[in-house]
């Protein structure tokens, strides 16, 4: 009943051009995908070693909602921001977010048990945020240190959580059940959460403009990569959700995929009919 109603409700936003109308209905996303999920999780069945499509058809309206947001929204705003950004500030942008990461970063690490990754990511951030003037210049990269990508999704991996069925999730995108906790915990460990949980009005209104300025400078990073998933994807949907699974795949394992996920990944993009 409840994945119905947001299906209808996906659908509903993704046809409406009246932006204020719109924000109203996004609002009511959330509540629907906590209690579809609630009800679905007691159903779904995992088979095999990979990642099953339970909830296709919520995520195929899912997508076409962000889709819908993103042409009307994010992607203007975020061509109008390279348009009007010169290089070396978006370059000194994207090197301030990506250290305030490694915070992140660096307790993932710790969690991990990779505590020479963790050892290396916390000397980045001490170089980025002194020598780097807060992570602007990234002294790091000058210096040969390296930049891995740990999140509290492959923690939880590591701890052996299981991943859960494909979702796809409004604003966001691709995900899955373990993938909501993951941005739970990566959200716990990023500071500018809690200047904005706890801060004054004008901390929080600061805090908000910089969360804004983040989604866009990844956004603009993406126009590159979304030409190429829009000229070669005979079905989009498919297209993302297999570079997603293989993407995390490779980085839960460190880059060494077990050969069995890689045959049932491939096999899986094979024997998979498009739409």
Known sequence: MYTLAIIKLTRLIASMNNPLKTFCLIQKLPCLILLSLLCSCATTKTTGSGTPD???GLNRNIQAFNDKVDSLVTKPVAEAYLWTTPEVVDTGVTNFFNNIEDIGVTLNDF???KLLDGGLDFTRFLVNSTVGIAGIIDVGTMLSLPKH???FDQTLG???VPTGPYLVLPFIGPS???GIFGLIGDAAFNPLTYTFLLGGGAVSVASTG????DATDTRAGLLTSEKIVNEAAIDRYE???SAYRQRRNYLEHDGKVPEEDQDYLLDEDI?????
Do not use: H, N, T
């Open 111 to 113: 969690l991990q048990f």
């Open 149 to 151: 990508e740990e999140d």
């Open 158 to 160: 590591v701890w052996g």
């Open 54 to 56: 339970d909830w296709e």
């Open 239 to 241: 297209f993302i959700k």
């Open 210 to 213: 910089s969360g804004i300025l």
């Open 271 to 275: 024997d998979k009919p498009s739409k």
């Open 176 to 178: 899955s059940p373990r």
